[in-house]
Nanobody
Framework: QVQLVESGGGLVQAGGSLRLSCAAS????????MAWYRQAPEKQRELVAD???????NYADSVKGRFTISRDNAKRTVYLQMNSLEPEDTAVYFC???????????????WGQGTQVTVSS
């Protein structure tokens, strides 16, 4: 029904940058909030940043000033630009989108498959 394809993870040295992308496709009428979460080993999944369909953004305190979330509605894609990366940012990063289907007022949450980000010290 709805597929999310993530890309952009990898291995980077501390202080480096990476850009994550997450593209949505399938039976979509509209997309509301788009978000990035991350989960480090033996830790709970946490919200990194989100952006509403009006462009309002929200960030975890730990990434403010270093990460920037953005979206391209025409491409149904959300991005996460990560600068000044720290070893503590090492985690699997997941995107999540809230989708409205045609002829339905219900919003459905979909998750990406996850992409590994590893920051070496």
């Amino acid at each position: 029904q709805v597929q999310l394809v993530e890309s952009g993870g990898g291995l980077v040295q501390a202080g480096g940058s990476l850009r994550l992308s997450c593209a949505a496709s399938g039976t979509i009428f509209s997309i509301d909030t788009m978000a990035w979460y991350r989960q480090a080993p033996e830790k709970q999944r946490e919200l990194v940043a989100d952006v509403t369909n009006f462009g309002s953004t929200n960030y975890a305190d730990s990434v403010k000033g270093r990460f920037t979330i953005s979206r391209d509605n025409a491409k149904r894609t959300v991005y996460l630009q990560m600068n000044s990366l720290e070893p503590e940012d090492t985690a699997v990063y997941f995107c999540k989108v809230q989708v409205r289907r045609p002829n339905s007022p219900t919003r459905y949450d979909y998750w990406g498959q996850g992409t590994q980000v590893t920051v070496s010290s």
